[in-house]
T-cell receptor
């Protein structure tokens, strides 16, 4: 069974809007939470990542919010652009290398 | 030039055939991984290698084998392909000396087993 549950499966947002993707986990041994972005025909690429001792991390228009007590984390894409249309995967790391991925969210930004 | 390359990019094969997917990297990373991606399931780890002599099974290794021919090369074999091995396969690398150890993915191989 998947150790990281991701929702929604897909979302459509207007240009300039906010996209929000949520992930939840159970294993408290996870120590690192990256988000990957994947464009069609390409491999996933690291977008942004957070450690569990930090509640929020922002890089440009992308922000991770982390709630350790609830075992949840989310990706916010502010001012969404058509070039942000992609599939996004949350992940959680254990034992220094092993990533467990969520099922993915396909984001479509309409111009 | 791409840092992580995979060959072939697309492959169609028949049930029962043996096939090999290859991965090469120029990043100088010590760790390499093979994942498969299926719709609605995300990426799942098949095998991983910490160095040439250290190879380990991931969560879905049945029906697969691997070979780490050199630090830069890691190949995945399907000994006798079956239709439910139809998927997108990714190779990834990481550097154990870097905290956070970002995994860098290749472009993927799309495999269809008939």
């Amino acid at each position: 069974q998947q150790q990281v549950k991701q929702s929604p499966q897909s979302l459509i947002v207007q240009k300039g809007g906010i996209s929000i993707i949520n992930c939840a986990y159970e294993n408290t041994a996870f120590d690192y939470f990256p988000w990957y972005q994947q464009f069609p025909g390409k491999g996933p690429a690291l977008l942004i990542a957070i450690r569990p001792d930090v509640s929020e991390k922002k890089e440009g228009r992308f922000t991770i919010s982390f709630n350790k007590s609830a075992k949840q984390f989310s990706l916010h894409i502010m001012d969404s652009q058509p070039g942000d249309s992609a599939t996004y995967f949350c992940a959680a790391r254990i034992n220094d290398y092993k990533l467990s991925f969520g099922a993915g969210t396909t984001v479509t930004v309409r111009a | 030039d791409a840092d992580v390359t995979q060959t072939p990019r697309n492959r169609i094969t028949k049930t029962g055939k043996r096939i090999m997917l290859e991965c090469s990297q120029t990043k100088g990373h010590d760790r390499m991984y093979w994942y498969r991606q299926d719709p609605g399931l995300g990426l799942r780890l098949i095998y991983y290698s910490f160095d040439v002599k250290d190879i380990n099974k991931g969560e879905i290794s049945d029906g697969y084998s691997v070979s780490r021919q050199a630090q830069a090369k890691f190949s995945l074999s399907l000994e006798s392909a079956i239709p439910n091995q139809t998927a997108l396969y990714f190779c990834a690398t990481s550097d154990s000396r870097v905290w956070g150890e970002t995994q860098y993915f290749g472009p993927g191989t799309r495999l269809l087993v008939l």
